[in-house]
């Protein structure tokens, strides 16, 4: 249910998407998405004067504890953005969670007040969304461990204080999943390629090497063989955000494009009275209602503490249903523009361009496909497709 404390939240969100980042949309285009040091420094500036980050840490680590209903919809405004301006608001991983003490003051706290980035290093030349295919090693040495690893479109790699690395640590003939924080400083790190991408973003996702890396005993954040329990939070954690933003999008290029439809003379009448061009924007309101609801009820369900590996499968279903919709809606909008659907001040083209990755990063439709097929196997139909606990 959405509270009235959940409403004010959105509201704010609003607020500061609307009279903060799209205001920039267009800067950030003609930039390649990276702004000027003093704009950044504005909008982390108005992003913690509205109390939105680190939306779902803990308060007494600098977050604002918020649920994941109140998170999602904060996501939502974010995705009524253009050029991932919202990156900027000061966040961190949600496997600072499983950290240390020391670890939470070192890194997290910064974080939360915008002093400092992560980023998470887990895919390799062979290796995306299976982690059971990754081979980066850690080899435990008298003071701590020693890392070798490639790991390739870290996104934030390029600015990153610290990166959170994922790493084999062998264990006799048994290989630990383990995630490891190693600040960039280190020596044996280098960005070995820095490739440009189809969108303008403030980040890139650039290649880093880590070679012979020599990390101390106290580098791992929630224990040794934790990372791929810590990986599948994540995952869950990013496709639910996905699907959120996802939702904003198609809500964004509604906005703009039944109003460019409905002002739109030709042929004497509007173009908006031609079902050809109405009509595949209705089938994207629809796709956006069913979908909203969908992300809301997963975020729902993982507040109400439903069993992790269903929520798991359900925001795959989630980040499924949305990416595709929302590249599907993107694609309509630019076609109701017509020429000017082409041009970069357009938000249909912008947005065009950047939901295509949503098909892609924290595992392609293909991948989630996979998994919802297999919760449909291991959870059973009706847990899939119910939005209550089952509890």
Not at 35 to 51: F, H
Not at 139 to 159: I, M, P, S, Y
Not at 206 to 213: E, L, S
Not at 249 to 262: F, K, Q, S
Request: hydrophobic letters at 40%; one cysteine or more; proline letters at 4%.
């Amino acid at each position: 249910m959405i509270t009235p404390a959940a409403m004010d939240l959105q509201a704010r969100a609003r607020r500061f998407v609307e009279n903060v980042l799209m205001p920039l949309e267009n800067e950030a285009e003609r930039r390649g998405g990276r702004l000027p040091a003093e704009t950044i420094a504005e909008v982390r500036r108005e992003a913690i004067a509205a109390r939105l980050n680190g939306g779902l840490h803990a308060v007494e680590h600098g977050g604002q504890g918020w649920s994941r209903l109140e998170w999602a919809l904060v996501e939502e405004q974010y995705g009524r953005t253009t050029n991932a301006i919202h990156w900027h608001v000061p966040y961190a991983y949600n496997v600072w969670e499983h950290a240390s003490t020391h670890q939470i003051d070192r890194y997290l706290r910064p974080a939360l007040r915008g002093e400092l980035r992560d980023a998470y290093a887990v895919t390799e030349r062979g290796a995306g969304s299976d982690p059971s295919g990754i081979e980066a090693t850690a080899v435990r040495t008298k003071t701590g461990f020693r890392l070798n690893a490639e790991k390739w479109f870290v996104t934030a790699g390029d600015h990153a204080d610290v990166f959170i690395v994922m790493a084999n640590v062998a264990d006799g003939l048994e290989l630990l999943p383990t995630l490891f924080i190693v600040d960039r400083d280190r020596p044996g790190v280098e960005v070995i390629e820095d490739p440009a991408f189809t969108h303008n973003y403030p980040d890139g996702h650039p290649t880093i090497r880590f070679r012979d890396v020599e990390l101390p005993g106290d580098s791992v954040i929630g224990g040794i063989g934790k990372g791929e329990a810590l990986q599948r939070s994540w995952f869950t954690e990013e496709r639910l955000a996905i699907a959120a933003r996802c939702s904003g999008v198609i809500w964004r290029l509604l906005d703009e494009t039944v109003a460019w439809a409905t002002s739109r003379q030709q042929g004497g009448q509007r173009i908006y009275d031609y079902q050809g061009v109405s009509f595949p924007l209705a089938d994207s309101a629809a796709d956006a209602a069913a979908g909203r609801m969908l992300t809301l009820a997963v975020a729902e369900l993982a507040d109400a503490g439903a069993d992790p590996k269903l929520v798991h499968h359900k925001a795959s279903m989630a980040k499924l249903f949305m990416s595709e919709a929302a590249w599907r809606c993107a694609d309509r909008c630019v076609q109701t523009f017509g020429g000017r659907g082409y041009l970069r001040s357009n938000v249909a083209e912008r947005m065009l361009r950047e939901v295509r990755v949503d098909r892609i990063w924290e595992g392609t439709s293909e991948i989630q496909r996979l998994i919802v097929a297999r919760g449909l196997e291991r959870r059973g139909v009706e847990a899939m497709l119910r939005a209550e606990t089952g509890k």
